[in-house]
Structures are given as structure tokens and as C-alpha cells.
């Protein structure tokens, strides 16, 4: 069963309207999944971004492509700009996409920078039919994007073992998320898991990029970002309500994460 706690809901998708687009300025984005297609055309600046196990950079001019159902993320040392169009799978209802996956980096491409400009201006200038214009420059864009940037096309039994895998690795930071505020190790993850510890950590480092204990230390570090913002509870006790049982090591993981220390984050919140 997929992670719903690292699951992102796209609202203009819900409903109804297949094509979700934005104009982002960012420079993390969480590890997340969900089961659209995602494109990213760096308008400005350039990032590091990680797909399951694969990590690659994407410059301006550039288009990074998520392909259906991958965990991904990106790190960026300054905001990086960019337009985001997500699409439903409903969009490609008539046609063969399910099984082909795209390469992760689109180059400088014209026919796809002028598919992109045409799409976020019917969006940004809305007028009668342009949610028409919109779902016809996004398949002329696929159409493009297939024809040119095919990366493989996966066999039912290659699909099944993909999704498999990532279902593997939902279980494993499911689990961390619904436990993180316990007592928890790797040893202790693999046992709940009946594999062994260096099982594990590679298999969880070569698809988070992270191991076990830095994927949980920093998850527990954004849950107290959120009782330090919100909360007057003592430093002490949110460092133990978020599974640190060391106040110690809880002010060294936070500052190495964040910059500063708790105490000082939480006066300036």
C-alpha cells in the first residue's frame, strides 16, 4: 500500500480537470509520490533532483521529467523557478502511455519550450476555451515528448516489479512515520520487516537517497519545527514527544538540519 502520509493531493485534478500547472520558486522539495506525471521546466536557476534510486540536475532551459508512481524530490543551493504541469492518468485514457517511461531530462528543446509558453499563457490569460487550448498543447507536447524522449517501454512483468519495489519502500517510511516518537533503529525496522539491516539500508538509501536513521532523524526534526512553531511546550518535552531521547543529540540533529538551534528557532517563530 502506498505511503498516504507522503501522497500529494493535486486539487484542480480532483476535480475533474486532468492538468494541474503552477509557477513554482523554490528550493527543496520532500520526498513525495503520486501516481501523475510531472514536468518541471526550469525557468531560472538549476537543482538537484532524485527519482526512486536515480539522481540527476536540471539546469534553466532544461525539463525534468517524474515519471508515474517515483519518489522524488530535489535540493537546490538557491531557489530555483520553474512551471509545473501534472496530468492525470485519465488524460491518457485513449492512448498507449501506461508502460513507457520518459527520460528523466528533457535538453533545451524549442518545440517544448514554445508547448510550455503556450500552455501556462491560456492558463495565466484565461479565456472561453482555453481549457480546450490547454489539453490540446499538452498532447501535442506529449506527442513530442514520446516520439523523441522515450527512455524504455516496460513489460507487465517490468511494471509489476517497479511497482512492487516502491510499495516495498512505502512500507518501510509508513512505517517510520506512524512510529517516529518511539524507540526506533534499523535494527529494529528490519526486524519488523524480516530482512536483514544491510538489506535495508540499501535498498531504503538506494531509493531516498538518505539511510533509515537520516530519513527518521529528519522527519522527527520537521515534526518539531511544527511544535515549536505552534506549541509553548519546553524544548525538553517536544524533544521527547518527537522520539529523542537524548535532549543533547536532539539539538545537534536540529541545528545540523535547520541551522540554528531550537531555542533560537523558536523565539524568532
Same mark, same amino acid.
Given at each position: ?24 520558486? =523554490?528550493?527543496? /522539495?520532500?520526498?513525495?509520490? +503520486? ?28 525539463? =525534468? ?20 504541469? #501534472? ?14 517511461? /520518459? ?13 510550455? %509558453?503556450?500552455?501556462?499563457? @491560456?492558463? *495565466? ?7 480546450? %487550448? ?10 513530442? /515528448?514520446? &516520439?523523441?524522449?522515450?527512455? @524504455? ?18 512500507? $518501510? ?13 534499523? @535494527? @529494529?525496522?528490519?526486524? +519488523?520487516?524480516?530482512? %536483514? &539491516? ?24 520537521? &515534526? ?13 518535552? #517536544? =524533544? ?20 540554528? *538551534?531550537?531555542?533560537? $528557532?523558536?523565539?524568532?517563530?
Amino acid at each position: 500500500m502506498n505511503d498516504i502520509s507522503l501522497y500529494e493531493k493535486i486539487p484542480e485534478i480532483e476535480n475533474s480537470y486532468p492538468i494541474k500547472i503552477r509557477m513554482y520558486e =523554490a528550493d527543496t /522539495l520532500s520526498p513525495h509520490w +503520486h501516481e501523475h506525471l510531472e514536468m518541471l521546466y526550469i525557468l531560472n536557476g538549476g537543482a538537484n533532483i532524485r527519482c526512486n534510486s536515480e539522481s540527476f540536475e536540471v539546469q534553466s532551459g532544461e525539463t =525534468a521529467v517524474i515519471n508515474r508512481n517515483e519518489l522524488h524530490s530535489f535540493t537546490s543551493q538557491s531557489p530555483m523557478k520553474y512551471l509545473c504541469i #501534472i496530468i492525470n492518468p485519465s488524460f491518457f485514457s485513449y492512448v498507449k502511455f501506461d508502460t513507457l517511461i /520518459l527520460k528523466s531530462v528533457i535538453p533545451r528543446d524549442e518545440y517544448v519550450h514554445s508547448y510550455f %509558453s503556450e500552455i501556462y499563457r @491560456a492558463y *495565466s490569460e484565461y479565456q472561453r476555451g482555453d481549457d480546450m %487550448s490547454i489539453l490540446g498543447y499538452t498532447y501535442c507536447l506529449m506527442s513530442h /515528448l514520446i &516520439k523523441n524522449y522515450t527512455l @524504455a517501454e516496460l513489460t507487465e512483468p517490468e511494471y509489476k516489479s517497479r511497482m512492487t519495489r516502491l510499495n516495498k519502500i512505502n512500507s $518501510f517510511t509508513d512505517y517510520i512515520h506512524e512510529h517516529y516518537n518511539e524507540p526506533l533503529s534499523t @535494527a @529494529a525496522l528490519a526486524e +519488523h520487516f524480516y530482512i %536483514s &539491516k544491510s538489506h535495508l539500508c540499501r535498498i531504503f538509501k538506494d531509493a531516498t537517497g538518505k539511510t533509515p536513521v537520516q530519513y527518521l532523524n529528519e522527519f522527527r526534526i520537521k &515534526k518539531a519545527c511544527v511544535l515549536l512553531s505552534g506549541t509553548n511546550e519546553r524544548i525538553s518535552d #517536544i =524533544a521527547a514527544k518527537t522520539g529523542f531521547e537524548s535532549l543533547y543529540y536532539f539539538d545537534r540533529i536540529f541545528k545540523k538540519q535547520v541551522g540554528v *538551534s531550537p531555542l533560537n $528557532f523558536k523565539k524568532f517563530r
